[in-house]
């Protein structure tokens, strides 16, 4: 493959404009450059999960979600275009599964923090949480397929596993809510 971009700037997005994977022009602040925009945040907010030591299979994990949401993004961003398959969402809930596995079971809510990298993890969550819902609100007035929505949901889930994951190998632990803080 080739430069794919062998100038940065083109000025083609100076009239609040941006050229989608179709070459069709729309409005930089629709719905659609929203979702897809959002999933590309979530794949920094990764990155970032990604810039501090991790166990090795937290690491797998994160890279090959980090390939997937590109995949993603890119379906997003061309209309009628499929990238995320029901295998791939399946894959994750097999993940997911494996990961929460050896957790204790939740007695409480847990707050973000548990150590640097879970903390940024549970940010990646909340990243993943919006793109959900901003996909949700292109679904209302264009075609997006189901298997986007589902796959952005249990990424979400498998987000919030791992940071309890990176949070327990910290020796940080998890941050519970203390519901009884404001009674004293």
């Not at 629709?30 to 920094?44: I, P």
């Not at 939740?106 to 949480?129: D, N, S, V």
Request: charged content about 25%.
């Amino acid at each position: 493959m080739g430069n794919r971009l062998s100038k940065i700037y083109t000025r083609t997005g100076d009239d609040g404009t941006t050229g989608l994977g179709d070459g069709t022009r729309i409005a930089k602040d629709s719905a659609r450059v929203a979702a897809y925009g959002t999933v590309d945040e979530l794949n920094s907010a990764i990155g970032i999960v990604l810039a501090v030591d991790l166990p090795d299979a937290v690491r797998d994990c994160l890279i090959a979600v980090q390939h997937q949401l590109f995949d993603l993004g890119g379906e997003l961003c061309i209309p009628g275009h499929a990238a995320i398959f029901d295998d791939d969402i399946d894959r994750l809930e097999v993940l997911l599964d494996g990961f929460n596995a050896d957790l204790a079971p939740l007695k409480e809510f847990i707050l973000p923090g548990g150590g640097i990298a879970a903390a940024h993890c549970h940010l990646a969550r909340t990243i993943a949480r919006r793109a959900e819902r901003e996909t949700v609100t292109l679904s209302r007035d264009a075609t997006v397929r189901p298997q986007a929505v589902r796959y952005l949901n249990r990424l979400s889930d498998l987000l919030f596993v791992l940071a309890r994951v990176l949070a327990r190998a910290s020796g940080h632990g998890d941050v519970q809510w203390n519901h009884e803080r404001r009674k004293g």
